[in-house]
């Protein structure tokens, strides 16, 4: 079974800018959550979607969205980039059951100059 | 590959040992916990989780223990290899809530 995986691996954007990042998830799981990993703060919670809904959102602000379809993939987005959104933003899949294993892909490197 | 903590706390251990890497986690109404395992340039790797009902639970070369009295878990890693450093991290669930707490994560560096 293919595990998660994200794309772009990599990214360098300018500030002001925006980006998308996209999540393919686990095939049969429905939940995507995704995360934000800096040296400082380090993996924060940013938001969860099970069947196309937002179940959960962490303390980000209104700049950092997210959506998924219908197959499950997953994307999220950053408008009016800013030098703090440098980071490791990771997606992590599950069934969505109330115990349940999440498994990250392997991240997005989001680089913002 | 990139750091994932500048400044984590960092275990060192000789091959062959055991290692144990403990966490504190600060809400007792967490009923799920998960160790995962980083390594540079790379997402979490999960390991081994248990749920608040379970005090201990094994795994291949790993045991993750669970007291709830004083809100501590620890992964003991057995026989401890250089394919196993890197930074662990613990992560807690908490009731109906959907998203993983995660904490600061250790560095593990196994001498050879």
């Known amino acids: 079974k293919a595990g998660v995986t994200q794309t772009p691996r990599y990214l360098i954007k300018t500030r002001g800018q925006q980006v998308t990042l996209s999540c393919s998830p686990i095939s049969g799981h429905r939940s995507v959550s995704w995360y934000q990993q800096t040296p400082g703060q380090g993996l924060q919670f940013l938001f969860e979607?099970?069947?196309?809904?937002?179940?959960n959102k962490g303390n980000f602000p209104g700049r950092f969205s997210g959506r998924q379809f219908s197959n499950s993939r997953s994307e999220m987005n950053v408008s009016t980039l800013e030098l703090g959104d440098s980071a490791l933003y990771l997606c992590?899949?599950?069934?969505?059951?109330?115990?349940?294993?999440?498994?990250f892909g392997p991240g997005t490197r989001l680089t913002v100059t | 590959g990139e750091s994932v903590g500048l400044h984590l706390p960092t275990l060192s251990v000789q091959e062959g040992d055991n290692s144990i890497i403990n966490c504190a986690y600060s809400n007792s109404a967490s009923d799920y916990f998960i160790w995962y395992k980083q390594e540079s340039g790379k997402g979490p790797q999960f390991i081994i989780d248990i749920r608040s009902n379970m005090d201990k639970r094994q795994g291949q070369r790993v045991t993750v223990l669970l007291n709830k009295t004083v809100k501590h878990l620890s992964l003991q890693i057995a026989a401890t290899q250089p394919g196993d450093s890197a930074v662990y991290f613990c992560?807690?669930?908490?009731?109906?809530?959907?998203?993983?707490?995660f904490g600061s994560g250790t560095r593990l560096l196994v001498r050879p």
């Open positions: 979607y099970f069947s196309e809904t937002q179940r």
């Open positions: 992590a899949s599950s069934t969505g059951r109330e115990y349940y294993e999440q498994y």
């Open positions: 992560a807690e669930k908490r009731d109906s809530s959907y998203k993983l707490i």
